[in-house]
């Protein structure tokens, strides 16, 4: 599935740990962090910005995805998502048919733990998924091209 280079994924991991910290979660105290690997080698990082009215918190996945997709970057290689919990936390339903808008179905997602260390001394742990086994049979952009029945 991923076809990165180590370097590569531990380079997008560090990144949403990175993001993390700017997280703005004062009501849930949930802090999340993730990171964009676009195609070109940039990283995009996006923390969760929440709000007192609830809906109009962002995640961070879909914060990286729209500073992305609004600098004109569209196309990804890796998305890497953290969290303060000490097992690996998956996108909510919202985030998952965001990132079935931008990024392929077999695009790597690293879903990581708060106890993960690159130097394999942790305890932590990566899953490796994708948007296609996150949001099987999905919608996405290709089905708004379908013919229609009258």
Do not use: W
Request: proline fraction near 4%; glycine fraction near 10%.
């Amino acid at each position: 599935m991923s076809g990165l280079s180590e370097e590569q994924r531990e380079a997008v991991i560090k990144a949403a740990f990175e993001a993390k910290e700017f997280s703005y979660s004062p009501y849930s105290k949930f802090r999340v962090g993730a990171a964009l690997l676009t195609s070109e080698g940039d990283i995009i990082k996006g923390a969760n910005i929440e709000n007192a009215s609830y809906g109009g918190t962002i995640c961070a996945e879909r914060t990286a995805i729209v500073k992305s997709a609004s600098e004109g970057k569209r196309s990804f290689a890796a998305l890497a998502v953290v969290t303060d919990v000490n097992s690996a936390i998956s996108p909510c339903g919202l985030c998952r048919q965001v990132i079935r808008e931008f990024c392929t179905q077999d695009m790597p997602i690293y879903l990581v733990s708060a106890d993960y260390d690159s130097s394999g001394t942790g305890t932590g742990r990566i899953n490796e998924t994708c948007i296609g086994k996150l949001l099987p049979d999905s919608f996405g952009p290709e089905h708004l091209e379908l013919p229609r029945g009258v």
